[in-house]
């Protein structure tokens, strides 16, 4: 789906600051229908990276190939954002209509599709989110989770191939932030859509199909979530904490108690330390 | 405390006025205008009133709403009847010391002048009570449109309206907070004069100009990756389309005008 080849990206130099590598000689493909989450802390190169997916900004060096298609390419950037959609962190400001419906609509408008079938798509693509009931509000009335949905809707709205949420819940309550998430990945099951779920929060990406973890804007850290949260020294070498579960075994061992980091399940970690506890009394 | 600006004063509904296509509206509150400002005697003014309240009628806004829209008015309207009442040059209402320089001709043009102000006003309040705003630029965006040809940005225009209406909520939304954290940190917006209170929202308007353009910027990226390209090659969702009731309401109202011509002439 989406292949990066050695992107390297350089922030300007600014008034008082230097210019900052923010990404350095990254390589990474994103398999059709896979879900991945991309971890790191502020200023690791997370959100450039994303940024880089749908030619919002162009490599300095190295290449990003959407369907083989080249950002770099002007001619086919239109058809990059169509199959690449994003969804921002502040939900206030990507929201352009006054109506919820107007707004969804907004994407399949500039791509000039025709009316019947923008119709179709705004309505099923409110239905995808569950925003159906409130399609004639103002979206200023919503709360923060059912802007983010509505965010998500104009993006379905384009059908596109691949979501990438660059923080997307972030400013969100943690009903919003559920809701958010449910959604994404309801929609990574039910429609085969590719997910790029960028984050700080740990536990986001523990249902992930593969969690890459980023940091001085190189890839440190990729595998399955139960593979790069076991290594939870090289987690927290990076600046980083493994999700709760992992953490309270990892403490235990410390401790001394014989058992390995691995859960990321609340059932499978209570599991671990009751057999953990078994053993020592035996 | 800015919370209780009401902005769009949109009342919805589902009646005939409501249901006309925006761009008639328009040309409906147009050629009321201009019947409005024909208007010469008592019976052409019952005439124009006589179709704004038949309108409003229709419309089932309730007659308080449009009241309550005159309250900013009121001001203006008293000063322009008072100031018509005294100096217009005629025969004098009587001998009496202050009655002397009110004449009967500023009493007509005073009470006309007041009325042609409370219809205009409540006529174009009709038209914003009945339409919502996305229509509204909807409409202008069709009604300009001819002007594309002479390189006038009309969708530009258009959209920077509805982009406009659509962050007034959350710019108050962000006024509000900032006010109350620089209250949080010992602001006084409350005493003082007025030039004083002015010179105390100063550390409100920063913050929030910068805030406002950090928004538009993001806005514009979001927008892009939502494949905006200019309002070239756009549909839409909404599609306005005339029907017969919007050809019946706009001769309705040609005829209007017609006769408030025909009315002057008269004399009446």
């Given at each position: 789906m989406i292949q990066a080849q050695q992107v390297t990206y350089t922030y300007p130099a600014e008034e008082g600051r230097e210019a900052k590598d923010a990404l350095r000689a990254v390589t990474l493909t994103v398999e059709r229908g896979s879900f991945v989450a991309v971890l790191g802390h502020n200023g690791s190169g997370k959100s450039t990276l994303a940024k880089h997916f749908n030619a919002v900004l162009l490599p300095a060096g190295g290449r990003v190939l959407v369907d083989g298609m080249d950002t770099a390419d002007s001619a086919v950037t239109l058809e990059i954002r169509r199959r690449v959609g994003m969804v921002f962190q502040n939900p206030d400001n990507q929201i352009v209509a006054n109506v919820v419906e107007e707004d969804a609509a907004f994407a399949p408008e500039n791509l000039g599709v025709p009316t019947e079938e923008i119709r179709r798509r705004v309505d099923d693509a409110l239905a995808a989110v569950g925003l159906s009931d409130l399609r004639r509000h103002a979206p200023h009335l919503l709360s923060g989770g059912q802007k983010q949905r509505l965010a998500i809707a104009g993006v379905i709205a384009m059908e596109p191939e691949c979501i990438v949420l660059d923080e997307a819940t972030a400013m969100l309550d943690p009903a919003g932030r559920r809701d958010v998430l449910e959604t994404v990945h309801e929609l990574n099951r039910r429609r085969g859509i590719t997910v790029v779920l960028i984050t700080h929060h740990m536990d986001e990406a523990i249902r992930a199909d593969r969690v890459v973890v980023m940091n001085e804007g190189a890839v440190a850290m990729d595998g399955t979530p139960s593979e790069v949260f076991a290594q939870v020294d090289t987690l927290h070498s990076l600046g980083l904490a493994a999700p709760d579960t992992v953490e309270l075994l990892y403490g235990l061992k410390q401790d001394g108690l014989a058992l390995t980091p691995d859960a990321l399940e609340v059932d499978a970690c209570a599991d671990a330390i009751a057999s953990a506890l078994a053993r020592k009394e035996i | 405390m800015l919370k209780d600006i009401t902005l769009g004063q949109y009342f919805p509904g589902d009646t005939p006025v409501h249901r006309l296509d925006p761009r008639a509206k328009i040309l409906c509150v147009v050629l009321y205008i201009v019947a409005l400002f024909c208007a010469k005697w008592v019976i052409s003014y019952a005439l124009m009133a006589l179709v704004l309240c038949v309108c409003v009628l229709f419309s089932r806004v309730p007659f308080r709403a449009m009241s309550r829209g005159l309250r900013p008015v009121y001001i203006i309207v008293l000063f322009t009847a008072v100031m018509n009442l005294f100096f217009?040059?005629?025969?004098?209402?009587?001998?009496?010391p202050v009655l002397r320089h009110i004449t009967v001709e500023g009493a007509y043009t005073a009470g006309f002048m007041a009325l042609r102000v409370i219809l205009l006003i409540m006529g174009t309040f009709l038209l914003t009570y009945t339409t919502s705003p996305i229509a509204l630029t909807d409409a202008l965006d069709s009604l300009l449109s001819p002007l594309k040809k002479l390189r006038f940005p009309v969708h530009e225009l258009t959209l920077m309206m509805s982009l406009a209406l659509r962050f007034i909520p959350t710019l108050i939304e962000e006024t509000d907070k900032i006010i109350s954290a620089q209250k949080a940190r010992g602001a006084d917006f409350e005493s003082g004069g007025l030039i004083r209170r002015a010179k105390a929202l100063l550390p409100v308007l920063v913050p929030l100009f910068v805030s406002a353009f950090r928004r538009a910027d993001e806005l514009a990226t979001a927008m892009e990756c939502r494949c905006y390209h200019g309002g070239e090659g756009r549909t839409a969702l909404h599609v306005l389309r005339f029907a017969a009731a919007d050809g019946v309401a706009i001769a309705a109202f040609a005829v209007l005008t017609a006769a408030m011509i025909v009315l002057r002439n008269l004399g009446w």
């Open positions: - | 217009t040059a005629g025969t004098p209402v009587s001998d009496l």
